[in-house]
């Protein structure tokens, strides 16, 4: 079984794959460096074998650990005929739904999120391993419904079966992979012949959702925020501090509406209504942000519109990784000679931000060479769903496609600015033990169904 394996698996995929893992140890371990202004400029002068040495090996030798793991999983995957995946997809759908509820009772708290269970020395983070195992099910569940996807209404079942545990992420909260399975949802919805128009037209109610959700934010948002400020400054005014009052026009005005002046009294009396008004819309606003997303999940989704708006706060991730991008030009300043980088002003720049630091040290050409390689990847993904020999093996590769398409369309719109920043990794890039042993067992499943395209093979 192992010659014929070696013999028809995608070497296409696993070069490309490869090379893209590489290319991360490199980037990773210049990431994590950093220096000073004496160190930066001693290394100027170091050339390009030098500066490898410098790089920081501890870090990337604990990524290298995962890359091994993740390997023997997707050669363990290999072994498994990707029939017998869905033969057993009741017990991995269970199995994943246990995994997020220890989440809930046993997991780790970090970053202001609950997403990570502890096991000795390591931790992992089943939300990652959920997505390729919502894959395989899903596909299973998808399969015993062929020509069955017409209607809305046979729809909701498939929303049911995903929405589960996709709640229990949310709940953790880890928005950026609840995203992750409506992408992965609708992928292979299309793939499994749902109809193109119903599907696009519940992406633009979605979309009109999501929009209507920012409008009615800003709704109660901008009051809440207005009042709590005049609050301050009509506070400041009755401690002696009248200067900004007398040059806010609106305050003025409104002093002039209730027939109040800026004498202390009647400023009182002034903070008194307002202050009554602001109870009143900040209990709105905090409803709000129960029903929904909470304040801090807005404000990322948003600030990339406007991320000049706070660029001491929540604008801040998204400044600076334009600033990295932009100032790397078309070669980039060089391995290790990211200035953003290394005197820290890029925040998680070797997780979430790392292609920033590819765009500052080796430039568009490096940018372009990383796109390239998962170019291949996903067309190489989308050959091998076309060559499925049944409809299962077809699902798990859209379905994998569609995985990597999403991470690969956010991360890098992100770090550009274009995209809202919901913290999901690069694809065999990022740093991380569970998102890279995952997406090396994804490229597993790929391979598995490219290796068993044809029946007489095995």
């Known amino acids: 079984m192992l010659k014929r394996i070696v013999k028809n698996i995608d070497y296409t995929i696993g070069i490309s794959s490869l090379i893209a893992i590489i290319f991360s140890l490199i980037v990773i371990g210049s990431a994590t460096l950093e220096f000073t202004d004496a160190s930066f400029t001693e290394l100027k002068d170091l050339n390009i074998l030098l500066r490898l040495l410098r790089l920081d090996y501890s870090i990337v030798l604990r990524q290298v650990v995962w890359i091994i793991m993740g390997i023997i999983g997707l050669i363990a995957i290999l072994y498994i005929d990707y029939e017998d995946m869905g033969k057993y997809s009741k ?86 992979t609840s995203l992750v399975f409506i992408a992965i949802t609708f992928g292979m919805l299309f793939a499994a012949g749902a109809r193109p128009a119903l599907l696009a037209g519940l992406v633009a109610l979605g979309l009109l959702m999501g929009v209507t959700l920012y409008e ?23 401690s002696g501090n009248t200067l900004y009052l007398e040059n806010n026009q609106d305050i003025m005005n409104d002093l002039k509406k209730h027939k109040l002046t800026t004498s202390n ?22 409803r709000f942000h129960k029903l929904t997303l909470k304040e801090y999940q807005m404000t990322r989704l948003t600030i990339f519109m406007d991320p000049e708006s706070d660029l001491l706060g929540a604008g801040y991730h998204v400044w600076q990784s334009r600033i990295a ?45 990383l796109l390239g390689l998962y170019f291949v990847l996903l067309y190489r993904g989308v050959q091998v769903a076309v060559m499925a020999r049944d409809n299962y093996g077809r699902l798990l590769a859209m379905g994998v496609v569609s995985m990597f398409s999403f991470h690969i369309l956010v991360n890098i719109g992100m770090t550009a600015g274009v995209m809202p920043v919901t913290g999901i990794p690069l694809p065999l890039f990022s740093y991380g033990g569970s998102n890279m042993i995952m997406n090396l067992a994804a490229i597993g499943v790929l391979m598995n169904v490219y290796v068993r395209r044809q029946k007489l093979i095995f």
């Not at 948002?221 to 005049?230: A, G, T, V």
């Open 216 to 238: 009615v934010h800003e709704y109660y948002h901008k009051p809440d925020i207005s009042l709590e400020e005049r609050m301050t400054e009509v506070k400041n005014a009755m």
């Open 325 to 369: 991008l932009g100032s790397g030009g078309v070669w980039g300043k060089g391995l290790l000679g990211g200035t953003q980088s290394h005197y820290t002003f890029l925040p998680i720049r070797h997780t979430d931000f790392i292609f920033s630091v590819v765009g500052e040290e080796f430039g568009f050409v490096g940018a372009l060479v």
């Open 91 to 176: 017990h991995l759908y269970i199995l994943n739904l246990m995994m997020l509820l220890a989440v809930i009772f046993m997991g780790k708290t970090a970053l202001g999120a609950q997403r990570w269970i502890p096991i000795g020395p390591f931790q992992f983070q089943p939300s990652e391993f959920s997505k390729l195992i919502i894959i395989i099910t899903f596909a299973d569940f998808l399969v015993k419904r062929e020509g069955k996807l017409n209607r809305l209404r046979d729809l909701i079942p498939c929303f049911v079966f995903v929405g589960v545990p996709m709640l229990l992420i949310l709940m953790q909260p880890d928005l950026g």
């Open 265 to 286: 009294k009647d400023l009182q009396k002034y903070y008194n209504i307002i202050s009554r008004e602001h109870e009143t819309v900040h209990r709105h606003h905090e």
